[in-house]
């Protein structure tokens, strides 16, 4: 393992002095305390070491949660909000470019996947609007709170959207609490993010800010485990690093985990326009949202279900969640590390945020939303250039790495019957290498985890609410047209528009239908269906439903629909798809099922 540090002029001096007699500690700790492949550049905090010196796990403290004082009284780490000016982006304000500046504009887009050009005009300090719940003032917390490391993880990120990342959180978190902000670098190739970047940190209000670089692309997964690593205080807080947290968001995403050091607490996630870069609400005023899945593995939301809305005396107190998008989170380092950190079998990016929000609860933790801590977020609206896998494609040779992470999650976490139901919405998964997962396994046993039926009952019961137990496939895989060998194919479009056919390429995707005992014909998590007038659409399903109108007739190939009594078939001269009454000698209302085997899955 190889290290490389960067320390400032004190601390080189201190290391000077003391070498010949550390030489052998230091080489040791070294070596326990960083992966293969990563290098730290920035200032050595002294504090917290992990590794053989060991370091005190952060305790919990029953009992001791924030008090509310009522309306009108200020909490104990309420800022004095000011409001500042009219200059560009000030209270999360949009911000529109000048005509002449359009080229540039797009060339940006372009690159970032968002309007760089429209961010670089805004400070890197900016006002932001205060957009949390009134009673969320109105809290005192607890004043010896754990301290926090805030690991961002970036590849190719903008220098103004990242910079202003770090800035909110600086200037928005009390510095008892901010322990350090953890810079990861999943290997940018950016200019600006080379020599400049490490120029810039050196600056004294960069003081809590290090530098870790992967010396390889490992994707996000890997690169926060890396940070987690690194990271010297008693929490990790994950954060994407094109963010801006609001008025007093640390005190309560800290203050759950204080109280219970098993608890994965997140904040509420503000959108800021990919375009103009304004900050918005995602959520309706007065609304609880809680994450939660479908069998695919989806995230998806849900209102919070009044049995948990009861539990809670005043309406901004934290609340239980399932799961949670995955960008955003708290959790304490030495329970993350009990709890082996994220799978670091899995791959580049997707199904960490299930794998980790299971295995809290499954193993005697517990996650929760918390409504007053907020953070706004910037989703990508562009396609760009440089946040694309890159080497990573040929590092994993072709194979579909979130569909081989979801079947690690799935192989370990779920119990048999509900395996089965991840395999009917993704039948092409029981194809995939998922590797060794014994680890894994180990972990689930030793720590005498819980059952996933449990977790199902006693947590994300709302689950089955909207996504029910699913039936088995009865077919599953390409639908071939007698008369013109082509395949039913949803082409990329979203519900509700016509679908279409296409070309057979035996790759699933958008041609991968499946159609379940019930009658239900499906093509990912979407429907296919057909109205009064012989439109065929792809279409939401219908919420907490499982069946469906369609019957497939294997002695004469053909697609019934039992409401209609009539068959699917393309139309002869505009090669539409229609619902025409069933004709057993007409080729163009013949259909077959075709095996699919992806080009990673081909021997």
Not at 128 to 139: A, F, H, L
Not at 206 to 215: D, E, H, I, S, T
Not at 383 to 397: A, V
Request: net charge negative; with cysteine; glycine share 8%.
């Amino acid at each position: 393992m190889r290290v490389v540090q960067c320390r400032r002029s004190r601390v080189a001096k201190l290391c000077l002095v003391s070498v010949l007699c550390l030489t052998v500690l230091v080489i040791t700790v070294r070596h326990s305390r960083w992966p293969d492949g990563l290098t730290q550049l920035g200032p050595d905090t002294g504090q917290d070491q992990p590794g053989p010196l060991g370091r005190q796990a952060h305790v919990s403290h029953p009992g001791e949660k924030p008090i509310f004082l009522g309306e009108g009284k200020k909490g104990n780490f309420e800022p004095d909000i000011v409001t500042v000016g009219e200059a560009a982006g000030e209270n999360g304000k949009s911000h529109q470019l000048r005509v002449e500046q359009k080229q540039e504009e797009e060339k940006l887009k372009g690159v970032y996947g968002f309007n760089q050009l429209v961010s670089d005009e805004i400070s890197l300090n900016r006002t932001v609007p205060d957009q949390r719940e009134e009673e969320c003032r109105n809290w005192d917390y607890p004043t010896d709170l754990p301290t926090a490391s805030v690991i961002l993880v970036f590849h190719n990120e903008g220098w103004s959207t990242l910079f202003r990342t770090v800035n909110s959180v600086i200037n928005r978190s009390p510095p008892q609490f901010l322990h350090e902000v953890v810079l990861v670098d999943d290997k940018s190739e950016l200019e600006h993010l080379h020599q400049r970047l490490e120029d810039e940190l050196k600056k004294p209000y960069y003081a809590k800010v290090k530098l870790v670089r992967n010396q390889e692309r490992e994707g996000l997964i890997r690169a926060r485990n890396n940070g987690a690593v690194a990271a010297t205080g008693e929490v990790v807080v994950f954060l994407d690093a094109h963010c801006e947290v609001t008025y007093n968001w640390l005190p309560p995403l800290l203050a759950p985990i204080h109280e219970d050091r098993t608890t994965l607490s997140v904040p509420v996630i503000d959108g800021i326009d990919w375009n103009d870069f304004g900050i918005h609400p995602v959520y309706a005023k007065g609304s609880h949202s809680r994450g939660i899945f479908e069998w695919g593995f989806f995230y998806k939301e849900g209102t919070l279900p009044d049995k948990e809305a009861k539990k809670a005396a005043h309406h901004s107190e934290p609340y239980n969640s399932p799961t949670h998008a995955g960008g955003l989170f708290a959790i304490d380092r030495e329970w993350f590390k009990e709890l082996g950190w994220y799978d670091p079998g899995l791959w580049v990016w997707g199904g960490e945020n299930f794998e980790l929000s299971f295995k809290v609860w499954m193993c005697g933790g517990r996650s929760v939303w918390v409504p007053c801590s907020r953070v706004s977020h910037v989703y990508r609206g562009h396609s760009c250039s440089s946040c694309g896998s890159g080497t990573l494609t040929n590092k994993f040779k072709g194979v579909p790495t979130t569909l081989r992470n979801y079947k690690r999650v799935v192989e370990v976490w779920f119990d048999d019957e509900y395996k089965e139901f991840f395999y009917t919405r993704e039948p092409l998964a029981k194809l995939v290498d998922m590797g060794d997962i014994s680890q894994q396994l180990k972990l689930k046993k030793d720590m005498n985890c819980k059952s996933f039926d449990w977790f199902m009952t006693e947590i994300a019961y709302d689950v089955f609410d909207k996504y029910p137990k699913l039936p088995p496939n009865e077919y599953w895989g390409e639908l071939k047209n007698e008369a013109t060998q082509t395949c039913l194919d949803s082409m990329g479009k979203h519900p509700p528009t016509e679908i279409g056919n296409g070309g057979c390429h035996g790759g699933g995707g958008y041609q991968m239908m499946m159609l379940n005992t019930e009658g239900q014909l499906v093509n990912g998590e979407w429907c296919i269906k057909a109205d009064g007038h012989n439109k065929i659409t792809i279409a939401w399903c219908d919420m907490g439903k499982t069946d469906g109108p369609w019957k497939y007739l294997t002695d004469t190939q053909q697609m019934r629909h039992t409401k209609y009594d009539r068959c699917l078939a393309l139309h002869p001269e505009t090669k539409q798809l229609v619902l025409l009454a069933c004709d057993e000698n007409n080729l163009y209302h013949k259909w077959q099922w075709g095996t699919i085997t992806p080009h990673w899955a081909r021997t």
